[in-house]
């Protein structure tokens, strides 16, 4: 399981009611960790059962156990794509001028802080919704080829995979094959390799994995069906912060006026309605037991804070006087009788 993935399973209840033990352990290299629950049938008498793990906390099979096999994820219900795709993009992705930085589309870095004061929904004709080499535009209702290439640069090392993740929705993996693609669309390419696609029941999904044991390629598939702009991205952090990211301009043709309430700077208030004052509108947390005893304690803690800063005052203030007083006193000493 890769980062950004979620899996969801559904677990056939027939053994004894009893306690079972749920184990989940990172065999990665990057970190050991490793988690646990307890699964409790309805009727369980909380007695543990004697059954074995099959995995240890480092991750590492302990009995003969059958590993998922993520290349044949259908979706349940099923769900198909459809046959053609109306437009398609090729991205060469590879590290980008420095070891640490990197393209998604072949012809740019995505910088973090992109469209963070001008956000791209507010205004699809703005110079960062220009940039053919870090945008995508597709029109609503189309069926869309993103191909995603690794390793088409010359000496290009051997990289980890990369999780590729699009937001607001999923995406079938059509097809995927070595080598670098050399095809002027997804339709020759089946001709040519039939064997690489599968578009009867293609897993279904947001996040997908580059293969990298030399150059590939991989066909994503989606229905472009909700106009707006949408991040597509590794979801590998240092990747994303070096730059590995676009952005879909999902149905230009079908991009919805912004609420004037939702304008630059209005944030969320509606123009000519008074401006509710902060602490008034905001709906108090509900209110549970335990909350009394650690408001009390907040309450508690931060008054003793309150005397320590006025007692620490206090004793400034003395101090000073003190101080003053001795000068005072020194000054009378030290004047001659007259
Ligand atoms: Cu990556």
Redesign the pocket.
């Known amino acids: 399981m890769y980062a950004g993935e979620r899996y969801s399973v559904m677990i056939r209840l027939d053994k004894e009611p009893k306690d079972y033990t749920i184990r989940v352990a990172d065999s990665g290299l990057t970190q050991i960790i490793s988690s646990f629950a307890t699964l409790r049938y309805a009727g369980s008498t909380g007695a543990p059962s004697t059954s074995r793990g099959v995995i240890n906390y480092g991750g590492q099979n302990t009995t003969a156990v059958v590993t998922l096999d993520r290349d044949h994820l259908p979706p349940f219900p099923p769900l198909k794509p459809a046959a053609r795709s109306d437009e398609h993009y090729v991205l060469h992705t590879h590290r980008w001028l420095s070891a640490w930085q990197?393209t998604l589309s072949g012809g740019g870095m995505w910088q973090e802080d992109r469209s963070a004061y001008t956000p791209l929904l507010y205004d699809i004709n703005q110079p960062d919704a220009q940039d053919e080499n870090l945008i995508i535009r597709t029109r609503n209702g189309s069926w869309v080829d993103l191909i995603i290439q690794v390793g088409s640069q010359p000496g290009q090392p051997q990289e980890f995979p990369?999780?590729m993740h699009k937001h607001t929705g999923k995406m079938w993996q059509v097809g995927a094959g070595e080598g670098i693609w050399n095809y002027t669309d997804v339709d020759e390419a089946m001709a040519a390799e039939p064997h690489r696609f599968n578009l009867e029941n293609p897993n279904y999904r947001d996040t997908f994995i580059t293969s990298f044991d030399g150059p590939s390629w991989m066909v994503l598939r989606y229905h472009s069906i909700n106009p707006g702009p949408w991040l597509f991205h590794?979801h590998?952090e240092t990747?994303l912060a070096g730059g590995?990211a676009i952005a879909l301009l999902d149905g230009v043709d079908a991009w919805p006026e912004i609420p004037p309430e939702y304008a630059p700077n209005q944030k969320g208030l509606v123009p000519g309605q008074p401006v509710p004052r902060p602490g008034i509108y905001l709906p108090l947390p509900e209110k549970r037991p335990d909350h009394d005893l650690l408001f009390a304690e907040d309450i508690v803690q931060e008054a003793a804070e309150m005397d320590m800063v006025e007692s620490y005052r206090y004793s400034k203030a003395w101090n000073s006087v003190l101080k003053k007083m001795i000068g005072f006193l020194e000054t009378i000493k030290s004047t001659p009788e007259s």
């Open positions: 990197y990369h999780m590794c590998i990747h590995m």
